[in-house]
């Protein structure tokens, strides 16, 4: 199957600051990449859908200026919360669609202080 | 819009024990539906799909699930679980038209004592 990645797997910022979470394809190339946020015992929601060349499509109550997106190759996405506050806690996970299948990368936690 | 229903939130059994755990949707269109897998400490797994033909899809490690339209269910079920699948089950379903925007359901939270 195809292989997802992210880095890093997880993260502790300082409230205010920005962080930016990578996902990769390793062996296939991606023009679509998604990603979700998952909150404790609950289920993922999706966030955006990244497309390669231009702009992301953000899910209705997504601020786009609170979490860029930019999807600057086939095989990279990256979202960064800017200005993370301790609400933006979570676990984010992408993913991407090779062929028919969704296959998710392992995820980041990010911790705000 | 499309919603995903899982109605148990915990499930504990013992191995060897049947599982059945039950999903439905709402959406009124055609529809693609999964049932993904998440160990602890790992990454979200496709365990089967169903997108056309027979309702009644077989997955990876004994998994089946049966496609009931008119019931809007997407049922995932194993004969005999194993304490290696304790784990986290999630059901989910996209309209086709955007394959990668899915709709997850809450997950069920599977223990299986040995």
């Known amino acids: 199957g195809a292989v997802v990645s992210q880095h890093p797997s997880w993260v502790i910022c300082k409230s205010g600051t920005s962080v930016k979470i990578e996902c990769r394809s390793l062996d296939f190339q991606a023009t679509t990449m998604f990603w979700y946020r998952q909150f404790p015992k609950q289920s993922l929601m999706l966030m955006a859908t990244?497309?390669?060349?231009?702009?992301?499509?953000?899910e209705q109550g997504v601020e786009k200026d609170k979490f860029l997106i930019n999807h600057a190759s086939l095989t990279l996405s990256t979202l960064t919360v800017t200005s993370a506050h301790p609400e933006d806690s979570s676990f984010y996970i992408c993913s991407a669609m090779p062929r028919d299948e969704q296959f998710f990368g392992p995820g980041t936690r990010l911790t705000v202080l | 819009a499309q919603s995903v229903s899982q109605h148990n939130h915990h499930v504990i059994l013992s191995e060897a024990a049947s599982l059945e755990l039950g999903c439905n949707y709402s959406y009124g269109g055609t529809v693609n539906l999964f049932w993904y897998v998440q160990y602890p400490g790992q990454h979200l797994q496709l365990l089967l799909k169903?997108?056309?033909?027979?309702?009644l899809v077989k997955g990876i490690k004994g998994f089946e699930a049966e496609f009931i339209k008119s019931k809007f269910s997407f049922n995932l079920r194993k004969p005999s679980v194993q304490w290696s699948d304790t784990a986290e089950y999630f059901c989910?379903?996209?309209?086709?038209?955007?394959?990668?925007?899915?709709?997850f359901g809450d997950g069920t939270t599977l223990t299986v004592k040995p």
């Open positions: 169903y997108f056309s033909g027979d309702p």
């Open positions: 990244s497309n390669e060349g231009s702009k992301a499509t953000y």
């Open positions: 989910a379903v996209n309209d086709g038209a955007n394959a990668g925007k899915s709709t």
